[in-house]
């Protein structure tokens, strides 16, 4: 008997991962580890007055509020934007999926021009908000929505793909149960796609923390109001003060990263615990 080797379209498990790490190490971990040996050069005291002074930490604050409040809402009204493209066909759905595409693919500067002239108070929207006593632009509400509007997407394909696979024989099966909308989508729907809400969030958190150009139109800039981390380290930048800017960025990609682990951690444990029944 003749036997036939299996031939793989890419080459052997060792020459891919070689690729892979090389790939990997050049345009990832090279970049962030060059980051962190130029923080750790510098010294600690003067580190530390850096990155903890006022304004700094007004900046830190406005940015991880902001990024978790746009973050939140894209998980609430993303999850029904996606809940609507999968589940519904109308005419328009093609053109309303489309949409969120362009979101991503237009420039930032672009997205913050545009809010600004919307939200401003002669904007069709800005007008609306200040007969409500509402200040959009240069407040950090004016923030929020520009992150808001930049991390739609990554919380919508997410979970669009998770209901895309979620099986409606299931649902089906907890109607003919006695289940009514709600506890089938409390006891069946959710649990199933809750692994795809916590990833959806976490990207639009990431997304929206490091984001610079859309906010620094809308934002206005007012130090200890108004300034967000990347636009501070922009102005160190600006000033070829590169030691604070790196300073600040390892304090920022810091603690992002053990907020994306936490989130992952807490994924890894969900999905561990709903498998074990």
Sequence with gaps: MIAFRRHNILPGFGVSLGYTLIYLGIMVFVPLLGLY????????????????NSRVLSAYRLSFTASFAAAFINLLFGSLVAWVLVRYDFPGRRLMDSTIDILSALPTAVAG????????SKGWIGCCLNRAGLQAVFSPLGIIIALTFISLPFAVRVLQ???KDLDPALEDAAVCLGANRWQT???VTLPTVLPALITGFSLAFARAL????????ISG????????????MAI???????AGATAIAAVMMGVSFFILLTINVVQWWRMRECNSF
């Design 185 to 187: 989508i409390i006891r």
């Design 37 to 52: 040996f130029r923080a750790s050069g510098m010294n600690w005291s003067w580190f530390c007055e850096t990155t903890t």
């Design 210 to 217: 490091g984001e610079y150009g859309s906010v620094v139109f």
């Design 221 to 232: 800039n007012m130090p200890m109001k108004t300034e967000v981390a990347p636009l501070l």
């Design 161 to 163: 793909a998770a209901l």
């Design 236 to 242: 160190k930048l600006e000033q070829y003060d590169v």
């Design 113 to 120: 021009i545009t809010l600004t002239s919307l939200y401003t």
